[in-house]
């Protein structure tokens, strides 16, 4: 049996067993009780994500830096890197839009009778607003020093030094070459630190899970059927648009991709969050076929602009909680609200319900009471491992449609 497979059973065996585990402590203990195991047992999710997080800035850094000066050619960096570009804000608009469409259309917030119990565990939200404010966008895409980045994973950041570091050391020719071959090692050496790592994946999955249903059961998706029925809706029927873009330009290989995503989507849905799985999907991507300089250059970027499933899920959310307080939005409104979650959504993907800080702010400004944010902060773990798997998806389906682009591209020059 393969490693990916035994890895995959592993995962899903991990998932089922937390589920029992769960759904046990839900019914067998007190409220309490089950937050005090949720919050031990969630430990074993924590140490998987946080070594996964160990990982992340090095490998950006070293596998972007790498591509781009090995592409030495600047107008290859950006003839890749106006595709991706193009991929992401085409992907982005269609999430979003199909979350207000969704939303306006299934109307999930109108005549909800709901309490809010939850108000007090969404303060923390609601102080952090500015976070996330349009106003300071531009200093949160510029990094004002690359260790601090790194230290705290902003990977936007990261992937505006590692291009300008990258497109320096391309220019310098010769002198810069020891660097980069230090750099690929590095890469190298990081990638195979992801072997090991993964085989803590599904005891991580164990206890993310397992906490999880521990403190919310089953019975919350009765409480909110219409919201989950919607949003599960308006996630199918975003898969059915990526994979079908993705069939157009991949054709039957589709199938083979999917097949190596098995595993790091399962990962991101257990776990919430897209950042685990990075270097795994990095490794997968290159197994499938993708040229290691494309995929270097398009995944960090992907992380930082093209969040599918978030941003499907912020207009969504945030035209929810407007529905739920009768607040009327124009269309106009809405459209604007659309663009500001385009600008202010960007670098979130590695946080785990960062979207949530972001429809925060966005209700803030568009004057809908942002302590809305509390009736569906109980189910949000459940929108989130749907969100977090999507945007695995549509960053895996980006950079093999660029890299298919750029081998038909090189294939026409050469004939």
Known sequence: MKSNTKLFIAILAGLVLGIGLGYFVYKGYTKDEAKEFAVSIKLLGTIFIRMVQMIIAPLVFSTLVVGIAKMGDMKLVGRVGGKAMGWFISASLVSLLLGMV??????????????????????ELVKNVDSFSLEK??????????????????ILQIVIFSIMFGI????????????????????HAILKMVGYIMWVAPFGVFGAV?????????????????????????????????????????????WTLLKRLA?????AFSTTSSEAVFPKLTEELERFG????????????????????????????????????????????????LLVLMLTSKGVAGVPRASL????ATC???????????????????????????????????????DKWEAKNTINHQT
């Open 102 to 123: 969704l939303v306006n259309w299934l109307q999930p917030g109108r005549n909800t009778d709901v309490t809010m119990e939850s108000v007090a565990s969404a303060d």
């Open 137 to 154: 966008f531009v200093t949160h895409v510029v990094p004002k020093s690359i260790v601090e980045a790194m230290a705290t994973n902003e």
């Open 168 to 187: 320096a050391l391309a220019a310098i020719g010769e002198l810069g070459k020891p660097v980069i071959k230090v750099l690929d090692i590095i890469s």
């Open 210 to 254: 397992a906490g999880a249903v521990a403190v919310y059961g089953f019975d919350i998706w009765e409480l909110y059927a219409n919201y989950l029925a919607s949003f599960a809706l308006g996630i199918l029927l975003l898969w059915v648009l990526l994979l079908a873009v993705g069939y157009l330009i991949l054709g039957n290989r589709l």
């Open 263 to 267: 595993s790091p989507l399962l990962i």
């Open 290 to 337: 993708c040229d290691p300089k494309i995929v270097s250059f398009t995944l960090p970027l992907g992380y930082s602009f093209n969040l599918d499933g978030s941003m499907m899920y912020m207009t969504f959310a945030s035209l929810f909680i407007a529905q739920v307080y009768g607040i009327d939005m124009s269309i106009e409104k809405q459209l604007v609200m």
């Open 357 to 360: 800080i972001v429809v925060v």
């Open 364 to 402: 803030a400004m568009f004057g809908i009471p942002p302590e809305g944010i509390a009736l569906i902060l109980p189910i949000d773990h459940f929108c989130d491992m749907a969100r977090s798997m999507t945007n695995v998806l549509g960053n895996a389906l980006a950079t093999s449609a660029v």
